[in-house]
């Protein structure tokens, strides 16, 4: 038995032994592990990110990370609350590319985690900015001008910074809101402009605008008081001379009494002396007294001498009255201007030609196609007398297909080429795009440019020149018809500003083949008060008029006009208000003023339009082909397709907000591999771009710089 318990007590210490050399081990072992463990500290972030910079001075942010196994690190970065996908480089260096981030302040955030769930985290703000400029700043002559009523002012003064060539100024009529109006200014910065014909006080609201990076303003207003005249002796040799008389009343009295006698130069018996005609003038043959005015009720075609005794229904001419159309249209008469075409060396001597005829309740207008004006053929050259006919209903009548204050849908569209309307003078109008296919009043005003090798396009004076076969037509103005040069200017010295007076109602330019008239760029509100007439379409986003008219979309309310550039109001020729169209070259939003003249038929169409685009093979657009329908007939060229945009996603780095567990490890590895070689092969297709957009004014389009 003693024997048995020694072996038991023997056999049970060396079972302690053991267990506690295997304790020990593994006491060993686990003191070795937290003391290897504890070795492993937090990931190390450094970066010196500036608090300001200017744009493009840098490309990228540098930011060091330090750790003892770079490898197995949880790395999330964002920018602005973006994620960016960037790993360090073999040293530990992170570069953040910044080379296309847009001006202001932005925020960058790291957090970095070890295996061990050890994180770091690194917070940085920065402002990017634009270099300073010096402020725009403009100085008026006078900010305040005293004229007689119904006569002309002379505003000027000086645009001032270092680049002009930034600069836009506009003027407005009191409403600073909106500057609409251009108003030209020399290499220099100087500007003049005249107003005319004011009738009323009014406070003319000057805007100067410039900036290379950043915009600034400087805004003058310029009073301009209204007196009425003073009526006395104006003139200066008389003995009650009044200097302060602005309208003579016949008062003026002479030391020296006037001479009577004979002052008719074609009679026999004309005195050079006499000052007063006495009733004596003597002729080979007496003239025959009586109505000489043909618009007259009265009118008498053997007078030669006209007695006053002209009669008439009002002051003017019936509206639609045969009187009417021939004070309205022009080149009708037995004397018309002799033009010159500019696009040759020789002078041309043309003249332009006109006649009508009314007959079952429609006006037939022949002309020969020509101006009344000086004019370039341009690239077409040269322009020559066509024999042209339009036939249009005297008295129009409204499409009930179409409501053009909500949209053009049912309506007759105007064609994109060919002829459209006609001029006063019987010149043809065309629509807005040209033979290369894009809207050649946009080319022409700079809001975009040709691709090489396309068919160059130049429109001459008032946007009109001559096309296939010699016929000259307008594309866009043609208010020039009624403006007549002073002395030493020639054509080149007509721009479509001189015309948009906001004194007095346009005149008809021309008129639509549904018979409604087309009215320059002014007209009156609903108060009566003359404003500009704007259009309400604008380019769509990301094009600028290279696609034709597919570029531009309606938005009701951009403008005065609506979808077919019309408007329903009173007139000088229909006080009582009609419909009538007006021409455009400015939005409501002071862009290009798309469709120029019309764009679609407010009026039904006669069943043959006067025109002749009955026998023109492209004609028919949007009825027998285009969008929809099929395609265009032989040898018709349908312009350039729609432009097309597209854009680059951002791809977000994966955050692990938790540290992986050892039977995770692998398993996390394994998938964070797989996620760096997906976006590794997704960066190699594409990059992440911020867009930097960049703001050009006037007519030119916005454009957004990849």
């Not at 007590?9 to 302690?16: E, I, P, V």
């Not at 003391?35 to 190390?44: C, D």
């Not at 005195?271 to 005609?277: G, I, K, N, P």
């Not at 018809?481 to 015309?499: G, L, P």
Request: aromatic share 8%.
């Amino acid at each position: 038995m003693r024997n048995d318990k020694t072996e038991n007590d023997g056999a049970a210490k060396s079972l302690f032994l053991a267990a506690l050399m295997i304790g020990s081990v593994l006491v060993g072992s686990l003191f070795y592990d937290f003391e290897s463990e504890g070795a492993n500290l937090a990931p190390i972030i450094e970066s010196d990110i500036p608090s300001s910079i200017l744009i493009g001075s840098i490309d990228s942010l540098e930011v060091s990370l330090v750790d003892e196994d770079m490898s197995s690190l949880s790395i999330e970065i964002t920018l602005d609350g973006i994620a960016l996908n960037v790993i360090p480089n073999s040293t530990g260096i992170i570069l953040i590319d910044i080379s296309e981030v847009s001006v202001g302040a932005h925020a960058l955030k790291m957090v970095i985690v070890d295996s061990l769930g050890q994180e770091s985290r690194l917070s940085a703000s920065f402002i990017i900015h634009y270099p300073y400029e010096d402020p725009t700043v403009m100085i008026v002559d006078t900010n305040e001008i005293t004229v007689t009523r119904g006569d002309s002012a002379s505003l000027s003064g000086t645009l001032i910074h270092p680049q002009l060539d930034t600069c836009d100024l506009g003027w407005s009529d009191g409403d600073v809101s909106e500057f609409s109006l251009n108003l030209p200014f020399a290499d220099d910065g100087k500007f003049t402009w005249g107003p005319s014909e004011i009738e009323s006080n009014v406070t003319i609201s000057i805007l100067g605008t410039c900036g290379t990076w950043e915009d600034s303003s400087d805004l003058e207003k310029i009073y301009i008081n209204v007196i009425e005249p003073v009526q006395g002796c104006t003139d200066s040799e008389a003995n009650n001379y009044n200097s302060t008389a602005t309208e003579d009343d016949g008062s003026c009295e002479y030391d020296e009494e006037p001479v009577n006698g004979c002052t008719d130069e074609s009679a026999n018996n004309f005195d050079s002396a006499a000052t007063e005609d006495d009733g004596s003038c003597e002729y080979d043959e007496e003239p025959v007294n009586g109505c000489t005015d043909e618009s007259a009720n009265n009118f008498d075609s053997a007078a030669t001498e006209d007695d006053g005794s002209c009669e008439y229904d009002e002051s003017n001419p019936e509206t639609g009255s045969s009187a009417w159309w021939s004070k309205t249209l022009i080149c009708d008469e037995e004397q018309v201007p002799v033009v010159d075409d500019y696009s040759t060396e020789q002078q041309d001597n043309h003249m332009c030609d006109l006649s009508f005829v009314i007959e079952d309740a429609n006006i037939t207008i022949s002309t020969n196609g020509l101006p009344n004006h000086d004019f370039e053929s341009s690239i077409g050259c040269c322009a020559s007398a066509q024999s042209k006919s339009y036939t249009i209903p005297l008295i129009p009548t409204d499409d009930s297909n179409c409501n053009p204050t909500v949209s053009s849908d049912g309506c007759v569209m105007a064609a994109i080429r060919g002829t459209i309307a006609f001029t006063v003078t019987g010149v043809a109008i065309y629509g807005p795009e040209d033979g290369p296919g894009g809207d050649a009043v946009a080319l022409e005003e700079g809001a975009y440019e040709q691709e090489e090798g396309e068919q160059p396009v130049d429109l001459g004076i008032c946007h009109g020149h001559s096309g296939p076969g010699g016929e000259y037509h307008y594309h866009a103005d043609a208010n020039c018809i009624h403006w007549h040069a002073a002395e030493d200017e020639t054509m080149y010295d007509y721009n479509f500003n001189s015309q948009r007076n906001l004194s007095t109602h346009s005149k008809i330019v021309a008129f639509a083949f549904d018979g409604y008239s087309i009215y320059g760029y002014t007209g009156w509100n609903d108060g009566g008060e003359v404003v500009e007439m704007t259009s309400s379409y604008q380019l769509k986003d990301g094009e600028d008029g290279s696609g034709g008219i597919d570029d531009y979309e309606y938005i009701q309310g951009l403008g005065t006009l609506d979808a077919c550039n019309g408007i329903f109001s009173a007139t000088p020729d229909w006080p009582e208000g009609i419909y009538h169209y007006h021409t455009t070259m400015v939005n409501g939003d002071g862009g290009i003023g798309f469709p120029y003249f019309i764009n679609c038929y407010a009026g039904e169409l006669p069943s043959d339009d006067g025109g002749d685009d009955a026998d023109d093979p492209c004609a028919g657009h949007g009825e027998t082909w285009g969008p929809g329908i099929g395609p265009p007939p032989d040898d018709c060229n349908p312009g350039p397709p729609g432009g097309q945009s597209s854009e680059n996603g951002l791809i977000a780095t994966p955050w692990f907000s938790n540290p992986p567990n050892s039977g995770m490890i692998l398993l996390s590895l394994l998938v964070l591999a797989t996620i760096i070689g997906y976006f590794s092969r997704e960066s190699a297709s594409g990059s992440i771009v911020l867009n930097l957009v960049d703001k050009v004014r006037g007519y030119r389009p916005t454009l957004e710089l990849a």
